[in-house]
């Protein structure tokens, strides 16, 4: 193997890349990177970096001379248009063309946009890159009301940061309570009220029919499915994600909910690979098909393909985890809890420090913590070492976490 190539410059195709000269890799190594600049952290987007007093520190995943000092051929501002399987080349958007023996595919997700009437309105933004973050700081030096579609991760962080703006914060949310799809019903809840007291006017059961204009063509106000109206002169919508996978599927390759890979994190073409929020896996926590947006996932899966490529196959077993914070709120997740499953409180949410287990078939799956790291480890190590625990064990009344690693 003497020329890998990578597409995507973002936590998972730079960790692939560091990961193969750390492995030992010596040949070619090129990756193409559609944003401009040095390749940057995205959860500091949604928090640090939202600070009134941030001032343009962007966080960078490497040195600007790491690239060059670990032979990284690091090409920014420039998209791979064409996978030519036959050829092993990619085809860029400046007609230049990039040899591989093994692709790599980390190319990411794009926001889901709306579709109501005024939703290209100026004031309406998303957040995923840099100057998406860049553009919002600077409004909401100057905005007075808020509103924010959708209560998922980012959505929750962008509404509690812009509390510190002094601005009026709405928050509306079609689903019953918020990031439904990836809490436990208690630690959901548990979030609802705390984000209320905090002051954000969080709406459940309530989506976006439709924004207007004032007098100067901006947003000026969001009209609810309930038909109640919010005034807002900035938006942000967090309304969840879509995977890039047009360019796998234009070359042939298996996609489906993301690019669709094996256990080895290979393609339908097994000189091509895919990571992070962009592939689709079998995930052995699961029991199916998933695909995960997270640090934890880009960065494993990067260091998994490094090493399949440089010491042959294996299986990505790594446990998911996940973190969120939002204002003082620090909310980890080990393991994939269901929406629906059954679960255990440790600890008193009254105190903010708590943890919620989750049990999948009476057995443990799951562990959200708020404030409680200790929990997270304990349960990061039940979930992969074991021993399982089960939920008649959890119901015990003298239950407690650290015992049942005995
Ligand atoms: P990305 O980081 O999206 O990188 C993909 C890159 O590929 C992009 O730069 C894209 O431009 C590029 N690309 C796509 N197509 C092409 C092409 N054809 N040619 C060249 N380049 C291409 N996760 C957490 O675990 N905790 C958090 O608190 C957290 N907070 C977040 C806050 C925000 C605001 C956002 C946006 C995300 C957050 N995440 C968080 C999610 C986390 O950032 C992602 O899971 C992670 O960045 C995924 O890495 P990736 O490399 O797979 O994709």
Same mark, same amino acid.
């Given at each position: 193997?003497?020329?890998?190539?990578?597409?995507?410059?973002?936590?998972a195709?730079?960790?692939?890349?560091?990961? @193969?000269?750390?492995?030992?890799?010596?040949? +070619?190594?090129?990756?193409?990177?559609?944003?401009?600049?040095?390749?940057?952290?995205?959860?500091?987007?949604?928090?640090? #970096?939202?600070?009134?007093?941030?001032?343009?520190?962007?966080?960078?995943?490497?040195?600007?001379? #790491?690239?060059?000092?670990?032979?990284?051929?690091?090409?920014?501002?420039?998209?791979?248009?064409?996978?030519?399987?036959?050829?092993?080349?990619?085809? @860029?958007?400046? +007609?230049?063309?990039?040899?591989?023996?093994?692709?790599?595919l980390?190319?990411?997700?794009?926001?889901?946009?709306?579709?109501?009437?005024?939703?290209?309105?100026?004031?309406?933004?998303?957040?995923?890159?840099?100057?998406?973050?860049?553009?919002?700081?600077?409004?909401? *030096?100057?905005?007075?009301?808020?509103?924010?579609?959708? +209560?998922?991760?980012?959505?929750?962080?962008?509404?509690?940061?812009?509390?510190?703006?002094?601005?009026?914060v709405?928050?509306?949310?079609?689903?019953?309570?918020?990031?439904? *799809?990836a809490?436990?019903?208690?630690?959901?809840?548990?979030f609802?009220?705390?984000?209320?007291?905090?002051?954000?006017?969080?709406?459940?059961?309530?989506?976006?029919?439709?924004?207007?204009?004032?007098?100067?063509?901006?947003?000026?106000?969001?009209?609810?499915?309930?038909?109640?109206?919010?005034?807002?002169? @900035?938006?942000?919508?967090?309304?969840?994600?879509?995977?890039?996978?047009?360019?796998?599927?234009?070359?042939?390759?298996? /996609?489906?909910?993301?690019?669709?890979? &094996?256990?080895?994190?290979?393609?339908?073409?097994? &000189?091509?690979?895919?990571?992070?929020?962009?592939?689709?896996?079998?995930?052995?926590?699961?029991?199916?098909?998933i695909?995960?947006?997270?640090?934890?996932?880009?960065?494993?899966?990067?260091?998994?393909?490094?090493?399949?490529?440089?010491?042959?196959?294996?299986?990505?077993?790594?446990?998911?985890?996940?973190?969120?914070?939002?204002?003082?709120?620090?909310?980890?997740?080990?393991?994939?809890?269901? /929406?629906?499953?059954?679960?255990?409180?440790?600890?008193?949410?009254?105190?903010?420090?708590?943890?919620?287990?989750? #049990?999948?078939?009476?057995?443990?799956?799951?562990?959200?913590?708020?404030?409680?790291?200790?929990?997270?480890?304990?349960?990061?190590?039940?979930?992969?070492?074991?021993?399982?625990v089960? @939920?008649?064990?959890?119901?015990?009344?003298?239950?407690?976490?650290?015992?049942?690693?005995k």
């Open positions: 193997m003497n020329a890998v190539a990578i597409i995507g410059g973002g936590q195709g730079i960790q692939a890349a560091a990961s @193969l000269r750390q492995e030992g890799y010596a040949g +070619a190594l090129t990756v193409i990177a559609a944003e401009s600049g040095i390749p940057y952290q995205r959860p500091p987007l949604s928090k640090e #970096f939202m600070k009134p007093e941030q001032e343009g520190n962007v966080l960078s995943l490497r040195e600007p001379e #790491f690239y060059a000092d670990h032979g990284i051929d690091l090409l920014t501002g420039v998209r791979a248009e064409i996978i030519d399987r036959a050829a092993h080349s990619v085809v @860029l958007d400046n +007609a230049d063309r990039v040899s591989y023996d093994r692709l790599v980390a190319t990411g997700t794009r926001n889901r946009q709306l579709s109501c009437a005024g939703s290209e309105l100026p004031g309406i933004h998303g957040l995923r890159e840099l100057r998406d973050a860049m553009t919002l700081q600077e409004e909401l *030096r100057t905005a007075r009301n808020v509103v924010v579609i959708g +209560a998922g991760f980012i959505g929750l962080e962008f509404a509690t940061a812009a509390l510190a703006f002094g601005v009026s709405t928050v509306l949310e079609f689903a019953p309570r918020p990031m439904g *799809r809490l436990t019903p208690v630690m959901s809840e548990w609802a009220a705390e984000l209320r007291s905090m002051g954000i006017d969080l709406r459940l059961n309530e989506g976006i029919r439709e924004f207007t204009s004032g007098p100067d063509g901006r947003v000026a106000a969001a009209v609810s499915t309930t038909g109640d109206t919010y005034a807002a002169d @900035l938006v942000v919508v967090g309304i969840g994600v879509i995977p890039n996978v047009e360019l796998a599927e234009a070359s042939g390759l298996a /996609t489906g909910n993301g690019i669709v890979v &094996d256990e080895t994190l290979r393609s339908s073409d097994p &000189d091509i690979f895919a990571i992070g929020d962009c592939a689709s896996f079998p995930s052995i926590h699961s029991g199916g098909m695909r995960l947006e997270s640090v934890q996932n880009a960065t494993d899966q990067a260091k998994h393909v490094a090493k399949v490529l440089t010491a042959g196959e294996r299986p990505y077993a790594e446990l998911p985890w996940f973190y969120t914070h939002q204002g003082p709120l620090r909310l980890q997740m080990t393991g994939l809890p269901g /929406t629906d499953e059954d679960y255990v409180v440790l600890g008193d949410p009254g105190t903010r420090r708590f943890s919620v287990l989750g #049990f999948r078939d009476g057995v443990l799956a799951a562990v959200e913590s708020v404030n409680m790291p200790g929990h997270q480890n304990i349960g990061r190590r039940l979930l992969t070492t074991g021993p399982s089960t @939920l008649d064990q959890a119901r015990e009344p003298r239950f407690d976490l650290r015992q049942a690693l």
